[in-house]
């Protein structure tokens, strides 16, 4: 059965870096795989087509007719990926355009069905009805929380915790992307603890990443032999093997506040 | 006639700390002003009024009767302040909450008819038709993009200029509040003069902020003679004279990654 995997996190904490290495090592291994850019800033397919690709809802609000290979673009050894796009800015809502865009994907592509992983790489700074939908619509079986041990990630990531609960929907696990931050591995090992999760990857900070970045390529296929590539694919064996994935217990805020303050 | 100034900007950007410093510096000149924060995560007034205070969603999520007093809070010199709150993780719009929050003030306060300066403090990670509310709603006449010379909150800055410009409301200034990033200055300057509009304050990156923010006061009443209260003091000065604002020209995604290559 398809894996359905969201990633959650912050604004510029590593999302779509993260994803587009997971799917890069999973494709190596030989699965297919269909990335989902969900972020506004449409950029998590950049490293594995090599180019920025058009958007969905540039495409539906310009009209005309509409077929696969207009959305569905191939990167990195075979994998698939479409940018759903942003809202007009001011006036749309951007949870309401990933539900239009999924909808318009099944009918004009077979891509949902013919993968082993579809991976939706989902902002995580508001946790609204709105960034929600891949979760309220049934398409997410499971999700992932990426932050650093910094206050702003982990305060995001425990609102993000708070929505998965509601929405009763299982956290597989915790990723750290690490921002060099003082204790940061206790605190975030200790985040996913008190969640009813665990860490299930440290990601060093490494230059490699954004030289790879800059020549629009992912650590995977620009630096195979690397040590930051060989992390990255542990994280893609973690989550095609699967973790036992529960529905979180997020922290209070007095909690939350007293573990970053330590 | 009252001032509807609204503050937006990336999230940790520096909003609300700004916003307090602002209202507390143009209390001291003897003008009457309301704070409204529009931030789920609801920190726009603890320096103000010294702790966290209850948000409108929680007392309207909890019914009962609701008076004026468990809604509106007095801070330093009589700064009023009200917290609208987030929306229930992952199901309700943040956006439809500060429209559902001010219509509900008004009928419980005549807060928002008593002052001189009412500020919102929004979050523009996310350029929805839900966060534009207190514009779409007509109640904000001039908005200011807070951001420092980095690549992302220049993105989000340059996206809400696209939603103001979409929705015909002027931009009176973008504020810099500085992450001590390489040619921050000019960067911004530069970013201001293409949006049509201009650089209004350059804020340094000072410690006395963290460590009066530590004792829930701003900087205004923490350090009053400090070079960063001078800073604030100008700025309150220049939006209660008012700048011209004007109808910003957003950059496009190509100018602005040139723009921080530099
Ligand atoms: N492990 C890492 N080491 C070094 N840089 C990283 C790492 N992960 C992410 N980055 C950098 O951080 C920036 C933000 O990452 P990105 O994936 O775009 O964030 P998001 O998708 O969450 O907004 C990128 O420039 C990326 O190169
Ligand atoms: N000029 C400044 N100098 C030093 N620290 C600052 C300055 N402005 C903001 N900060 C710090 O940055 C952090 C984020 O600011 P905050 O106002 O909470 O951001 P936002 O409201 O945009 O999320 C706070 O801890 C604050 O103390
Ligand atoms: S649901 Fe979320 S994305 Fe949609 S308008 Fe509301 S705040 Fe914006
Ligand atoms: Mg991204
Ligand atoms: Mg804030």
Redo the contacts between chains.
Sequence with gaps: SIKHVAIYG???IGKSCTASNIAAACADEGHRVLVVGCD??SDSSITLVGHRIPTMMELIQGGGEIKEEDVVFQGYKGVRCIEVG??????????RGIIVAIDFLRKVSKAMEEVDLVLYDV?G????????AP??KGLVSQAYIITSGEY?PL??GN??S???K??NTPLAGVICNSREAAGEREIVESFARELGSRLVAFIPKDPIVQECERRAVTAIEGAPDSKIAEVYRALAREIMSGAEPRVPKPLSDERLLELTRT
């Excluded at 942003?86 to 949870?95: H, Q, R, S, T, W």
């Excluded at 700074?125 to 960034?131: A, E, K, L, T």
């Design positions: 912050k604004g510029g506004p800033k942003g809202p007009e800015p001011g006036v749309g809502c951007a949870g902002p700074d508001i946790v609204c009805g709105g960034f929600s979760i309220r702003m305060y995001a609102n993000i708070k929505g998965l509601r929405l």
